[in-house]
């Protein structure tokens, strides 16, 4: 682990900006919330931010393939708090009829690339897929 590419991976999670690694380039939003300081530190380490970023990317998705492969889905339960969705309980649902089962006691349920993609989304962008699949129950899931 580096320290420096862990603090400023920190920074920018607490300035609620999301990376999106595309070697060479990496992309960073909103870009609004980028302060010329971090921006400078994300220029100086970039490589290194983009290697960390794309294992973590190549992690995940292998750990995607695995659910799927096992038809295992996340239910959620979240609650809004000040700084946007917390989720208050989370647990894993094996089969559709654990699926129906999840959505009737309230919980929404996310198919891994659903919580591949959800991963990915600024905290606004969070909450619209979170009140999508509220609206919509089951009868809706999101793809890549």
């Given at each position: 682990?580096?320290?420096?590419?862990?603090?400023?991976?920190?920074?920018?999670?607490?300035?609620?900006?999301?990376?999106?690694?595309?070697?060479?380039k990496?992309?960073?939003?909103?870009e609004?919330?980028?302060?010329?300081?971090?921006?400078?530190?994300?220029?100086?380490?970039?490589?290194?931010?983009?290697?960390?970023?794309?294992?973590?990317?190549?992690?995940?998705?292998?750990?995607?393939?695995?659910?799927?492969?096992?038809?295992?889905?996340?239910?959620?339960?979240?609650?809004?708090?000040?700084?946007?969705?917390?989720?208050?309980?989370?647990?894993?649902?094996?089969?559709?009829?654990?699926?129906?089962?999840?959505?009737?006691?309230?919980?929404?349920?996310?198919?891994?690339?659903?919580?591949?993609?959800?991963?990915?989304l600024?905290?606004?962008?969070?909450?619209?897929?979170?009140?999508?699949?509220?609206?919509?129950?089951?009868?809706?899931?999101?793809?890549?």
């Amino acid at each position: 682990m580096n320290d420096v590419i862990d603090t400023i991976l920190l920074e920018t999670q607490a300035a609620g900006l999301i990376l999106d690694p595309e070697p060479p380039k990496l992309f960073v939003r909103p870009e609004e919330r980028l302060t010329p300081e971090l921006e400078e530190r994300l220029r100086q380490h970039k490589p290194a931010i983009i290697e960390r970023l794309e294992g973590q990317r190549r992690e995940l998705e292998a750990s995607m393939k695995r659910l799927e492969a096992a038809d295992i889905s996340f239910a959620i339960i979240m609650t809004e708090t000040d700084g946007g969705l917390a989720i208050t309980q989370q647990y894993p649902v094996q089969g559709e009829e654990a699926k129906r089962r999840a959505w009737a006691s309230g919980a929404i349920v996310f198919h891994p690339d659903e919580m591949y993609a959800y991963v990915r989304l600024t905290q606004r962008e969070r909450k619209m897929l979170h009140e999508f699949k509220k609206r919509f129950d089951t009868t809706v899931r999101c793809t890549r």
